[in-house]
Nanobody, 124 residues
């Protein structure tokens, strides 16, 4: 079992920044690819970014490319999402997820463990 706890969400004005953190416990963190997904009201849970087991490969959704950065610190069992130039359309609940396949996937159904989510609200 892996337990994931997100933090860092909140209310921010358009153009602002937030940094999300996801602390993992339970199994060996470096055995998992990690991802951030988001879900807006009435919409599906979509990939934001994922990162492979050692952090040298990352994927970004087109909607966040150039604005968001995913990173991980295996010594601290933590994955981060730095979000810059935030837009109102970034408003959603953001979820951290862990995948036992070390390379990561874009589809939620491949992920084995999920955090409880953290709300990000961007005002215009």
């Amino acid at each position: 079992q892996v337990q994931l706890v997100e933090s860092g969400g909140g209310l921010v004005q358009a153009g602002g920044s937030l940094r999300l953190s996801c602390a993992a416990s339970g199994r060996t963190f470096s055995n998992y690819a990690m991802a951030w997904f988001r879900q807006a009201p009435g919409k599906e849970r979509d990939i934001v970014a994922h990162i492979n087991w050692n952090g040298d490969t990352a994927y970004y959704a087109n909607s966040v490319k150039g604005r968001f950065t995913i990173s991980r610190d295996n010594a601290k069992n933590t994955v981060y999402l730095q979000m810059n130039s935030l837009k109102p359309e970034d408003t959603a609940v953001y979820y951290c997820a862990a995948d036992r396949d070390i390379v990561g996937h874009t589809l939620a159904r491949f992920y084995d463990y999920w955090g409880q989510g953290t709300q990000v609200t961007v005002s215009s």
